[in-house]
């Protein structure tokens, strides 16, 4: 398959830290995939930001911040930056956010987009497709 590179949004990333059903094996399979070296994964700052805002009610701090420092570990981590918010906004993207996540994997050298929402990304040139989809994938 050669060194894919790719881009875990958000959704993805939420799922597996946060064992959420029924999305949870799908990601447990993705991220194993991801931090097995048969492909490199990148992360954005935003990803973490957000996960951290979504899971905090769920973990104690310290629990949170460990699955936090495990994430900027495991994976590259995009930044997010003025040129990219600049571009997300004159895209016209149907989705603001995506559109931030896309021009940070593209920045980042994504060859692909790995997300729950495959149709948020539609309107851009990287590929993005489902956990499934990538671990049918990465298994043929």
């Known amino acids: 398959m050669g060194e894919m590179k790719?881009?875990?949004?958000?959704n993805i990333l939420v799922d597996y830290l946060n064992r959420?059903?029924?999305?949870?094996?799908?990601?447990?399979q993705t991220i194993?995939?991801?931090t097995s070296g048969k492909v490199a994964a990148v992360?954005?700052?935003?990803s973490i930001i957000n996960a951290a805002y979504i899971m905090r009610k769920a973990y104690t701090k310290e629990s949170l911040l460990f699955k936090i420092a495990w994430v900027i570990e495991a994976f590259e981590v995009s930044a997010i930056d003025r040129?990219?918010?600049?571009?997300?906004?004159t895209s016209r993207?149907?989705?603001?956010?995506?559109?931030?996540?896309?021009?940070?994997?593209?920045?980042?050298?994504?060859?692909?987009i790995?997300?729950?929402?495959?149709?948020?990304?539609?309107?851009?040139?990287l590929p993005a497709m489902s956990p499934s989809q990538f671990i049918d994938r990465c298994t043929e």
């Open 93 to 112: 993207a149907t989705d603001f956010e995506d559109a931030v996540q896309y021009f940070s994997a593209f920045q980042a050298g994504a060859d692909l």
């Open 6 to 10: 790719v881009f875990l949004d958000t």
């Open 114 to 125: 790995i997300t729950r929402d495959p149709k948020g990304f539609k309107d851009f040139d």
């Open 20 to 28: 959420r059903e029924p999305f949870f094996a799908e990601a447990a």
């Open 83 to 89: 040129k990219m918010i600049q571009h997300a906004v």
């Open 43 to 46: 992360v954005s700052t935003l």
């Open 32 to 34: 194993d995939i991801c």
